[in-house]
């Protein structure tokens, strides 16, 4: 397509986009032998609908909204919103703000002919459908022809899918809502009827053969574009130069040349084409066939024809001798002096053109927090680690001075740290990029950066220090890098959710705790694993089942090697939420595996004063005491560890089981006493030797120290956050407190970690116990998602946040709407993980192309039409793959009052199992398998097995 | 007189229909290509010395100049029987499969796990957490110690730290859930099912399925899977298909068939895969074998040979399944008795029968259909129906349909022995042999 040089043989591309179509539909095309359409872009269809004989329709276009769609995304206005929707890179390279900005967004580079061009924005085939298999006058005489062909003729209400109203686009625009009726009425262009297709007539194209030849807009802008070039294209493609030659369809266009003596179209005008177009404004020697009339006055009407200097563009004297011109008054004045009465003043008009090449404004940065989450005590007990989640970086403490006194640069989101036995080398887990940075502790530097699995949180490393075993939270599984090679040897299957790890003292065993309970049956009580690995061999050994319980997170091998300690939550989800008896909602404590494989469970909640979020927990060297951190309530506990044994010792084992789980009363005989931290501590490690302990204070950017000696609080360690605290770190701070939820049990984080789930499916409403059950949904880019809840009841995140939280979760101690809308704030720049999937700009797998064909299918395998509302893409199309609206699609079971469902958005699907709207399904497969019986939730019965792997494999990439 | 050539029993739905024209045409043909020679009866039929038969001279392998009777192939002859007296869930016997700490049994109703070192088993059954009733195939993972078990009717399960995790075709990519086979390779699990074979990648979830459509199998339905690590290559046996093998690195398929397209009688001897209706196939060495209801087969990668009960001394041609120990010796699980192909080089077999009315039972030597030896045992094999087979180093485990069998190779050599130096340079002679151009 573009041309560094190369010549495409016709001069008219557009023009053979026409003709080669007409060829191969010429050819012997047959009934029943269509092949995969695919784009051909706007120029191509402006060759047969435009002029008066087709209603200008193609100016029309133009002139619109939609022809500035993408050029919009270049906006600070459209940064701000991208940012609201969890998006993390620029919005003109997020398939999220393409989806409804741009054609094609979502469609490989084989779907796209040489003609298209995605900053053309929202083209005809964005609404009518990749146009290569109708585009043809033959086929578009006959209505149906074209529709079997891919023609689409959509109707208002299809427009809903990109202007539904958008809560990121109302937070920024501040409620400029789209008139649907107005806006329908802008953009209509009808077919006149006595439409007639025809090729307009322009003027003869005089070449010049010493001249550069033309190259077109969309040419300039694979590099004049993006934040680093201040967006040129975009600026140039909002701007009126871009709509020169679209006007001239304009009545006003007529009458003026109508004054001027021009007679007929204006843009078959030599007279007007030449202030209108840069094809006839300047000499060239020809036209590619990525250039056009169409693109109006475009960067070569003022800057010359491109096809030499774009090839000497970093260097502009080079570019000035091959044709590259300086543009000053004179050029604007060549068509502005005195065109049409319409005055042009100099500088003001000159500066809205102009677009020059300078330092960006700096955009007032948001302020970077640290947010440690997880620590590390080298072995030589002299620094502190800090894994800080804001600043993608490890700060490092100075443990005699604490101070800090280094901060190393990490990967994305950095999680854990885990030191090598000598202490050479420091390990840390990297959340967001899938990756562990290998860290020489003496220079300080990352000298390596090893590929894990998806999402890894906790690590250890061996006591021989041979191997490295990091827990995939999103992948389930442990990766073990052989520390000589730094590469992985093996994966080991976990638990669902696999989130820290602590190794025993002799070195032997490995323990995990995951944070997600397995799939259990319908309606039956939570079961979470701790996993044990044998550290000898590398394999794991047993599978630890902790009944009715999850959240399990910290763990902490005693010193003994008789047992570990880990932190839990116990969610009485089976029961409506209105129960409040018997510890309410969730419950939090610590459970104890035993070596041989026994788990007990106790809880550090005390009646009315509930422990909320915990999330690590250390033993003392001594064994005598452990200490949890309450996340959500801004304390540590210190547990005395031999009574908390003592009383279990004294149990039996029905009491062991069911009783002293449950026991609100029984965390006053262990628990000594609670120390106050800053907000919200997470991870918490000892200095040995030094009766000292230090906790990651996340939302504070501090680092609390306790003295184990007397257990109090002994100071903080700055690790030199910013001071301000933002409406986004006030969101996240409430999102992470429990202090206004009743009885301050837990905390949004508490049913969403890390923004995301806990897969468990909730009985929220006062409806009968078990009626409509409801699986708990992601909050990672859901903010365009609305409506919320699963029956759709709730428009707004400030509803769903604010009077619902209200009557079931808050209580007596609703939100402050300053917190309120902090919080929303906050939910909203959740980032959603990228689709490990399908990395963004990778071509899909054939496997993932096939199941595409399958999601987009139009008729059965035995050649039945599938009616449009029983179509996957109907209701679950990009970008966000929901058309957030309220369907029954058959899946009403014995428990639901009734089957009217909203429709969940798809991106990144595969990672939020359970499916449907009370979790039943287990897995993708099952939603078709088990609970589709009838086809009434897409036609999938008529599939064979390798078509449904298939279709799993598109949705896994979506 | 004996039959002439040796008749294939007609194969289910894929027999052909032969018109007696033709029939008498290729009776005739065999005739004046192949000879005539005499063939070994099964276990129980008389033991009287036979004449010596008029062989052939077939491929490479078949000479066994300079070997005399008294080279004789080692003999289990110390056997343990396990039943559900022992504790196994069930006698029917299924699968097994020997790894270092322990031997995994899968039956009829239920998985077992021999403690090698007490002695113990542990078993599991439905109600124990296992998935599925009937484990039909067992494969270990060696990296991570998962155990991975084939269901038949049940789909697939993992085994690991005492947790099951089931997959079947409704909850994942699995293309059915009669499996009866499944192999570890690298990341991959493989499963044999009567619809196709599915694979599994345990790092990134996806499932492939191969089936007509994407793999050059005639029919779908999947005996057994293997993986060969030597060449990096899986082998899957196909009833009606023949055997099919999968290059990993290069994703590549290539499938032996029987090229004479005779499914009622062996055509032409050893012009490749003895017969299309494979039950398993195994490769050591550079060799690969399979095995059919209509005898065995062995490919060196330049020389097919068949195995037929009459000319071998092994014990019935019906032959469930199949495993290599190197590529001299293969012990086959028939209908009928263990046999074992245990000295290629010289053509020498060792069948094992269970007496029907004690545990005793007798042990036949014998070299190119000759019976060599009888050793008398006094406690035999666990059953004459034999399913499946396992080496444990020197050790052997045999799957029969009542009861596990463990049989102790104290003091176990690999192919014929009289005198050391000479078995050495035999071997020698036969290896120069091969090689030759």
Same mark, same amino acid.
């Given at each position: 397509m573009f041309f560094r040089g190369r010549h495409l043989g016709t001069e008219w591309l557009p023009f053979l986009g026409l003709l080669l179509i007409g060829i191969g539909r010429s050819a012997g095309a047959f009934e029943g032998a269509l092949r995969h359409p695919v784009y051909v872009g706007v120029k191509v269809c402006a060759q047969c609908h435009d002029g008066d004989a087709m209603g200008n329709q193609c100016s029309i276009w133009a002139r619109s909204k939609h022809a500035d769609a993408y050029a919009a995304l270049s906006k600070p206005e459209a940064r701000q919103i991208a940012k609201l929707s969890g998006v993390p890179v620029p919005p003109q390279q997020s398939p999220l703000c393409l989806g409804c900005h741009a054609t094609a967004a979502e469609a490989e580079p084989w779907e796209r002919d040489p003609t298209f061009a995605i900053q053309d924005g929202v083209q005809c085939e964005h609404c009518h459908g990749p146009g290569s298999e109708y585009a043809d006058a033959a086929i578009m005489m006959n209505r149906e022809q074209a529709m079997k062909r891919g023609l689409r003729m959509p109707s208002k209400e299809e427009c809903h899918s990109c202007h539904a109203p958008k809560g990121s686009h109302d937070a920024v625009l501040k409620g400029q809502r789209l008139d649907m009726d107005a806006a329908w009425e802008q953009i209509k262009h009808p077919t006149p009827e006595n439409a007639e297709f025809r090729k307009p007539s322009f003027p003869e194209f005089v070449a010049s053969p010493k001249e550069p030849a033309f190259v077109g807009a969309a040419s300039c802008a694979e590099c004049h574009e993006g934040p680093d070039q201040q967006d040129h294209f975009s600026a140039w493609k909002r701007s009126r130069h871009a709509d020169a030659f679209a006007v001239l369809a304009t009545a006003e266009a007529r009458a003026i040349a109508a004054a001027m003596g021009v007679a007929g179209d204006p843009r078959t005008k030599l007279e007007c084409l030449k202030c209108h177009t840069s094809v006839y404004h300047r000499p060239a020697s020809h036209v590619l066939?990525?250039? %056009? $009339?169409? #693109?109006?006055? %475009?960067? #070569?009407?003022?800057?010359?024809?491109?096809s030499q200097h774009a090839q000497t563009y970093s260097r502009p004297q080079a570019a000035e001798k091959n044709g590259l011109l300086k543009v000053n008054a004179a050029v604007c004045l %060549?068509?502005?002096?005195?065109a049409h009465g319409k005055p042009f003043q100099i500088p003001d008009n000159l500066a809205e053109a102009s677009h020059p090449i300078r330092a960006r404004e700096r955009e007032e940065e948001e302020p970077q927090y640290k947010t440690p989450v997880n620590l590390a005590v080298s072995p030589d007990g002299k620094e502190l680690y800090a894994a800080c989640e804001g600043s993608k970086s490890v700060v490092v403490v100075d443990l005699g001075s604490l101070r800090k006194v280094a901060e190393i640069s990490v990967g994305a989101q950095p999680h854990d740290i885990a030191f090598s036995p000598d202490g050479k080398t420091a390990f840390v887990s990297n959340r967001l990029d899938d990756t562990v940075s290998v860290i020489n502790t003496g220079s300080r530097r990352v000298t390596a950066t090893i590929p894990v699995g998806d999402e890894p949180h906790g690590m250890v490393v061996d006591r021989r220090g041979a191997f490295l075993y990091v827990l995939n939270t999103l992948s389930e599984d442990i990766s073990v890098i052989d520390l000589s090679t730094q590469t992985e040897v093996k994966r080991l299957a976990a638990g669902r959710g696999p989130w820290s790890a602590a190794i025993s003292a002799d070195g032997n065993w490995i323990a995990c705790t995951n944070v997600l309970s397995h799939f $259990?049956?319908?309606r039956t009580p939570s079961r979470s694993e701790v996993t044990l690995i044998d550290a000898r061999e590398g394999k794991v050994t047993l599978r630890a089942m902790v009944p009715g319980a999850n959240g399990l997170r910290g763990i902490a091998w005693h010193p003994s090697g008789d047992f570990a300690l880990f932190t839990l939550n116990r969610h009485k989800n089976l029961v409506p939420m209105t129960r409040v008896v018997q510890g309410w909602t969730i419950t939090n404590g610590l459970g104890i595996l035993w070596r041989d494989g026994r788990v007990d469970q106790v809880l550090l909640d005390e009646p009315g004063i509930a422990f909320p979020d915990p999330t690590d927990v250390i033993v003392t060297e001594d064994g005598k005491h452990a200490l949890v951190t309450s996340a959500a309530s801004n304390r540590v506990a210190v547990v005395a560890v031999d009574r908390l044994l003592k009383i279990l010792e004294s149990a039996d084992e029905t009491e062991r089981a069911q009783v002293i789980p449950n026991h609100l009363g029984k965390a006053s005989e262990y628990v000594l006493k609670w120390i106050e931290t800053p907000i919200c501590p997470r991870g918490i490690a000892i200095q040995p030797g030094a009766g000292r302990a230090f906790v990651a204070a996340s939302l504070d950017d501090r680092i609390a120290v306790i003295d184990l000696n007397t257990f109090e609080a002994a100071g903080v360690v700055q690790l030199g956050g910013p001071q301000v605290i933002t409406k986004e770190r006030l969101g996240e701070r409430v999102f992470h407190s429990a202090a206004n939820t009743f009885q301050r049990q837990f905390a949004c984080s508490s049913c969403h970690p890390d923004g995301h789930v806990e897969g468990l499916t909730y009985d929220i409403e006062p409806d009968g116990i078990g009626v409509n059950p409801v699986d708990n949904r992601t909050l990672r880019g859901i903010l365009d998602t609305a409506p919320f809840k699963w029956e759709g009841l709730n428009p707004s995140l400030s509803r769903q946040c604010g009077p619902r939280l209200a009557v079931f979760f808050t209580r007596i101690h609703p939100f402050t709407p300053e917190e309120l809308s902090a919080l929303d704030y906050y939910i909203c720049t959740i980032p959603s993980p990228p689709n490990r999937h399908r990395p963004v700009g990778a071509e899909l797998t054939p496997a993932q192309r096939r199941g595409k064909e399958v999601f987009y299918r139009t008729m059965t395998n035995d050649g039945r039409l599938i009616p449009m509302e029983n179509r996957c893409s109907t209701c679950h199309y990009p970008p966000l793959y929901t058309d957030r609206r309220i369907h029954d699609v058959g899946t009403k079971m014995p428990l639901d009052e009734h089957g009217l469902f909203d429709t969940p958005q798809l991106f990144n699907v595969y990672n939020s199992a359970p499916y449907l709207h009370n979790g039943i399904a287990e897995t993708l497969e099952e939603i078709w398998t088990r609970f589709n019986p009838y086809d009434q939730h897409g036609v999938t019965n008529d599939m064979t097995k390798d078509q449904l792997n298939d279709l799993i494999e598109y949705l896994r990439t979506l | 007189m004996y039959s002439r050539y040796q008749y294939k029993a007609i194969g289910g739905p894929v027999m052909r229909s032969v018109s007696r024209m033709r029939r008498l045409l290729l009776r005739s043909a065999a005739v004046l290509l192949l000879g005539s020679w005499a063939g070994v009866g099964s276990a129980g039929e008389s033991t009287e010395a036979q004449p010596e038969p008029a062989l052939p001279a077939l491929a490479f392998g078949q000479s066994v100049e300079g070997v005399s009777d008294e080279d004789l192939p080692y003999v289990y002859t110390q056997w343990k029987n396990y039943t559900v007296a022992d504790g196994l869930p069930n006698d029917h016997i299924f699968s097994v499969k020997a790894v270092a700490e322990a031997v995994w049994i899968g039956t009829e109703d239920g998985l077992a796990r021999l403690d090698k070192k007490t002695g113990r088993i542990q078993c599991w059954k439905e109600a124990d957490g296992l998935p599925w009733r009937a484990v039909t195939s067992i494969d270990v993972d060696p990296k991570t110690g998962d155990v991975w078990l084939a269901l038949f009717g049940g789909g697939l399960a993992r085994f690991s730290g005492g947790r099951f995790d089931h997959f079947h075709q409704l909850n994942s990519g699995l293309v059915n859930d009669v499996v009866y086979g499944v192999a570890v390779e690298n990341n991959h699990i493989w499963c044999a099912t009567t619809a196709g074979a599915s694979r599994y990648d345990i790092v990134t979830g996806k499932w492939d399925v191969f089936t007509e459509k994407n793999a050059p199998m005639e029919e779908i339905w999947n005996y057994n899977v293997t993986y060969a690590p030597s060449v990096n290559k899986v082998f899957l046996a196909v009833w009606g298909s023949g055997c099919l093998e999968f290059d990993v690195p290069t994703e590549k398929w290539k499938v032996y068939l029987d090229p004479d397209k005779e499914m009622e009688i062996d055509l032409y001897r050893d012009d490749g895969i003895i017969h299309v209706i494979t039950t398993s196939a195994s490769f050591a060495d550079g060799a690969l074998w399979v095995s059919a209801y209509f005898g065995n087969c062995r490919y060196d990668g330049r020389h097919w040979r068949g195995f037929y009960a009459h000319e071998t001394g092994l014990p019935s041609d019906f032959t469930n399944f199949l495993k290599a120990r190197s590529a001299n010796e293969a012990w086959l699980c028939t209908d009928k008795g263990l046999g074992v192909i245990a000295d290629y080089a010289t053509d020498t077999y060792v069948a094992y029968y269970r007496n029907a009315d004690n545990p005793g039972g007798v042990a036949k030597v014998s070299r190119r259909g000759r019976l060599l030896r009888e050793v008398p045992l006094e406690v035999s094999i666990a059953h004459n129906f034999i399913i499946g087979v396992d080496f444990d180093g020197d050790d052997v485990w045999v799957a029969t349909a009542h009861g596990l069998s463990h049989g102790t190779g104290k003091g176990y050599y690999s192919g014929v022995k009289k005198d050391a130096d000479r078995q050495k340079s035999l071997a020698a002679t036969i290896q120069e042999k091969a090689t030759a151009p």
């Open positions: 066939g990525t250039a %056009s $009339v169409y #693109e109006g006055v %475009s960067c #070569e009407a003022c800057h010359g024809p491109g %060549s068509c502005h002096e005195n $259990v049956p319908f | -």
